[in-house]
Nanobody
């Protein structure tokens, strides 16, 4: 059974840090591009960071560059999001996302986690 389980969210003061984890199971983790998305109330879900299968490169939203770091451990089937210098604007539900594209047959397989709440407030 496929599962993406986020953890590590919570309440933190501005300038503080959190590390989110996403534990994956039930699929070939090393074959999937992994991402973190977030969604604040009244706003659309947005991409925060992504990391390819090999972990050799990463992509970040401009709003989090220099503050957030995404990483993956294929041996543990886990991705992480280290969040530093947190701002109130970072408050959102953070979701783990896995996707594998089969180009030759134009097919995409994707999975979402349940999300974890991050609240940045004094």
């Amino acid at each position: 059974q496929v599962q993406l389980v986020e953890s590590g969210g919570g309440l933190v003061q501005p300038g503080g840090s959190l590390r989110l984890s996403c534990a994956a199971s039930g699929f070939l983790f090393s074959m999937y591009v992994m991402s973190w998305y977030r969604q604040a109330p009244g706003k659309e879900r947005e991409l925060v960071a992504s990391i390819p299968n090999t972990g050799d490169s990463t992509n970040y939203a401009d709003s989090v560059k220099g503050r957030f770091t995404i990483s993956r451990d294929n041996a543990k089937n886990t991705i992480y999001l280290q969040m530093n210098s947190l701002k109130p604007e970072d408050t959102a539900v953070y979701y783990c996302y896995a996707v594998r594209t089969f180009t030759t047959i134009e097919y995409k397989r994707e999975y979402w986690g349940q999300g974890t709440q991050v609240t940045v407030s004094s």
